[in-house]
């Protein structure tokens, strides 16, 4: 596709200049020029409107939730509560108490793995299915439950196009099987995963499923309910709210019989020495005093995302994607790694002869951020033969002449290395 039919189809029913005005970092200048921010799957950048709602909490209503009588109390508690009930709505959970905030992603399955693992729902020799594309927050959980019961692991393979087998998968499933935890979008990849199939294959094992949505919350509308999922796991600053609040979403039947996580105020009910008693979901699972201004800023990131007509912001990044793609493509010795035909607007790539780091380090200079590495996921590296790649995510507030820089950044590199 030419670069101006491109612009037609982004620019339809969505405008990309005046959506920018409403992210002040972008404004920014780095190193001299103005910033270009295409490391947006590590973390996105925040509008006004989520900055604003932290600076009024702590200027104007800061109070400790859920335990005082006096006003400021109740009112840092309905502004926490109303942010669970945006999150509800954001992604059709049934009820609130299915809501448990948590810093993010990691702590989410962090808190299942350990929670599942001392409930009667796993015995030694008893196995969890990941796949091969799995972020580092989805392996190592399982790992570190080896202390208390021995589980197994069980990794979908990926095709070279960087797909999920999903013959394998059906294949792994047995009477072992007790939980399938897989990416819904791949961080480094790019893969969106046909999670309805995932879940349909295991519930008609009977086997529960929980889904990364890291990646996946920023760029599709989610409905845990028509997912059929039985765990969702995301992070607020991917979703452009602040960082340390995420959400783990799970249905009733499995978080009631999930003990507690943490243990200490506002998760009881009764404590004496001898005995504790627990309180309803979703307090039983948020021990402490939370991120209350971060949960306000994600109800904030959501107020701001729900004014958008979610496609126009798929169409907008999928032509982000073709055209970075066709663009990085014309450049010599440059190969994609992740080629899937469902793919979200992530680009990891490799150079013949030049390190993914000296690329980072170089095109910086432009003020171009993006990432380098092995994305916490040295699997996908050792899959492609690989140990690090150099990765571009673009979001809605992109723009096709952020791609052009990018190219010519990516240019400049290959003509020092010549
Ligand atoms: C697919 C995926 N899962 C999990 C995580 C972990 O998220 P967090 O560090 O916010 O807990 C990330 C972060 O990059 C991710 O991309």
Redesign the pocket.
């Known amino acids: 596709m030419l670069r101006n039919e491109i612009e037609v189809i982004a620019k339809k029913g969505f405008d990309v200049k005046s959506v920018r005005n409403d992210f002040p970092l972008l404004k920014r200048m780095v190193n001299g020029v103005p910033l270009v921010y295409l490391d947006n799957?590590?973390t996105s950048q925040k509008p006004q409107t989520v900055i604003d709602s932290l600076i009024q909490y702590y200027t104007f209503d800061n109070a400790n939730i859920h335990r005082g009588l006096y006003f400021l109390s109740e009112l840092a508690t309905d502004q926490y509560e109303t942010a669970r009930l945006k999150v509800k709505e954001f992604i059709n959970a049934m009820s609130t108490s299915e809501i448990i905030f948590v810093?993010?992603?990691?702590?989410a399955i962090n808190l299942v793995a350990s929670s599942m693992c001392r409930a009667k729902h796993f015995k030694d020799g008893d196995e969890v299915i990941i796949s091969n594309m799995e972020?580092h927050?989805?392996i190592v959980p399982w790992q570190l439950m080896g202390d208390r019961k021995k589980i197994g692991l069980k990794v979908i393979p990926i095709t070279d196009e960087g797909e999920l087998d999903l013959d394998a998968y059906e294949k792994m499933i047995n009477p072992k099987t007790k939980l399938v935890s897989v990416?819904h979008?791949?961080?480094t990849l790019g893969t969106v995963n046909p999670v309805k199939k995932i879940i349909e294959i295991a519930h008609s094992h009977g086997v529960p499923v929980l889904l990364?949505g890291?990646?996946a919350i920023p760029h599709i509308k989610i409905d845990v309910q028509d997912l059929d999922a039985d765990f969702y796991a995301f992070?607020g600053?991917?979703v452009f709210g602040p960082t340390g609040i995420?959400v783990l979403y799970g249905k009733t039947e499995f978080l009631d019989m999930m003990p507690p996580y943490q243990g200490g105020g506002d998760m009881i009910r009764t404590v004496t020495f001898e005995k504790t008693t627990f309180d309803d979901l979703p307090r039983k699972f948020e021990a402490g005093t939370p991120n209350i201004a971060g949960g306000i800023g994600l109800g904030a990131a959501i107020d701001y995302v729900n004014q958008f007509d979610r496609k126009d912001l798929v169409i907008h990044e999928n032509s982000l994607l073709e055209y970075a793609t066709s663009e990085l493509l014309k450049i010599e010795g440059l190969k994609i790694i992740g080629t899937a035909k469902e793919k979200a607007s992530v680009i990891s790539f490799v150079i013949d002869g030049i390190h993914p780091y000296d690329i980072g380090t170089i095109i910086d200079t432009d003020g171009i951020a993006i990432r380098t590495g092995h994305h916490?996921t040295q699997p996908i590296m050792k899959r492609y033969n690989i140990t690090a790649a150099a990765r571009a995510s673009f979001t809605f507030y992109n723009t096709l002449e952020e791609v052009d820089l990018l190219v010519r950044g990516i240019l400049k590199v290959k003509k020092m290395f010549a």
Do not use: F, M, P
């Open positions: 799957a590590a810093r993010g992603t990691t702590e972020h927050s989805n990416v979008i791949s961080n990364d890291a990646q992070s600053h991917k995420g916490c």
